[in-house]
């Protein structure tokens, strides 16, 4: 749905909801061009204020655009939608300017009224077994970025990546339009699947974990590396161990090598997935040696008022959307603090569990499968998964249960034994235009019951 709205967004052109800047209003630098950046620069044109966006690249779009395979996100819908944000009144973009080399943070706290920090993870953690490293080790984030900007890699006849997320699923898929033959992932956690939570699979995305079985991409599932084989300095193979997580007598889980479950891979290549760190260069006083910059949930960089951070450079959950609000917050933090205003909390709204759904009101419906590009077709830049057409757009959203939302359905109005529940021209509460009347309800729980789509909730008079 999100995808076919971003489409005609772009098609159609339809305007954001801003308004003219004021020439002479305060202006806040925003260091990286990325999703968080970007965000950041959109809300804070939104509530007045002029942004200026320094990147080191010659184009916006930060990892998007210089680590994601164009197969995920195609560079003209890339191009199409930073064209539409980067050329609203009040946002200026400074390409080539790079922190710690072209300016200084104190500069910028000095000039700007604000500083957003939105330059990622740019750094592969580092990698070993034993301390073992072979010659010629790259990352598979370096290897990512390197097929973006150049579309080559090395093409052993076999590798093996390791890592569980979307960078080792990255690496496997292009390693595969490479024209590598065996392209193996070994990945401590399970291919995600029913019966596994979610917390416990690979945290890549389950759909890009299916193609790539699809693409011929082979997944080790609870494998680790317990020694690298080499001839001189080249990997020849690996020794793999099946691992588990195991309850401890303490209560807690701990990922174990199974004794006696060995068994030699022989892969030509090694390319660990296993995550990045944040370059501290410009921003060491602020980093204070962690890995990523400590800030609280509005993005305020801790022990350093009128700095903000957001996206990698943060510990946030790593996704682009993620990215996208952390720079809402801190742009709102922003407007706060500098208009000594008290910060809202948002009062996130809390999900409704599917036992809380009454099915019987729903009409079984199966997910509209979006159009896939067929597998032997899937050789080179072609997007893989595509928008959804207008009507079949019209029949996914009515699938949706609208869960925790009134339908205005009647059903507890009509059902109600006591009359306890009336019906208003206004909006009552939150999205409901029914009102409970507590001196007629006795409790009997039949509206909860009858409700489809889990509104009502019973609690306690204590
Ligand atoms: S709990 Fe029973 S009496 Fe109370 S409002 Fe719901 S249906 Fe009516
Ligand atoms: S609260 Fe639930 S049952 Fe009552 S009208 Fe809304 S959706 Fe229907």
Redesign the pocket.
Known sequence: MERFLGDEGIAKNWAYPVKHVDPSAPEIAIVGAGPAGISAAYHLIKRGYRAIIFDDHTEAGGTLRTALPPYRLPRSLLDAELERVLTLDGITFQPHTRLGRDMHLNELEEQYQAVFIATGAQRSMEWSIDGVVPRDLQSGFELLKQWVDIGTVPTPKSVAIIGAGNTAVDMARVMKRAGVPEVHILSHKPIPKPGIPIEESMPAIPREIQEALEEGVIIHEYRGIRRLILRGERVVGVELVHMKKLMQPSGRLKRIAFEGTETILNVDQVIPAVGQVIDPTGIERLAENHSRLQVDKWGQVIGHPGIYAGGDVTPNAGTVTAAVGDGRRAAEAIDCALQDKALQESGEASSIPFDKLNMHYYELAPHVQEPTLPIEQRIGDEEITTSLSAPLIIKESKRCFSCGNCLACDN?WM????S??LKTKELASSASHYV?DYDY????????TECPCGFIQMVDES
């Open positions: 507890c059902l109600c034994p006591d306890a529940i409970f309800c006795k409790g009997c729980g039949l509206c909860e």
